[in-house]
Nanobody, 118 residues
């Protein structure tokens, strides 16, 4: 499985960005997909995740981004999205896509930089 993330960039506080992550292979093996982030000098932290299998749409976001970030999926394209709004400087980090398959394997994307600055 390979994950290709995109959509990061530089945005002003209060702005919006949408991250995308496309997974290779069959979507039938995917249990969940989601996002983590890691700021300089900090540990990687969970941001959001969504159940990927079929029509199940169980999604959750971390308290720090709840109400501002929305995770969604496009099953036919093996793609997960992270819509980020009302961005704050503290959201600056490298964002990593995460995939967990039904057999317990965990895969990571290459990371995409999000910088929130005026």
């Amino acid at each position: 499985v390979q994950l290709q993330a995109s959509g990061g960039g530089l945005v002003q506080p209060g702005g919006s960005l949408r991250l995308s992550c496309a997974a290779s292979g069959s979507s039938k093996s995917i249990n969940t997909m989601g996002w983590y982030r890691q700021a300089p000098g900090s540990q990687r932290e969970w941001v959001a995740s969504i159940t990927f299998y079929g029509n199940i749409n169980t999604a959750d976001t971390a308290d720090s981004v709840k109400g501002r970030f929305t995770v969604s999926k496009e099953y036919a394209k093996n793609t997960v999205y992270l819509q980020m709004s009302s961005l704050k400087p503290e959201d600056t980090a490298v964002y990593y896509c995460d995939l967990r398959s039904f057999n317990g394997a965990n895969y990571w994307g290459q990371g995409t930089q999000v910088t929130v600055s005026s």
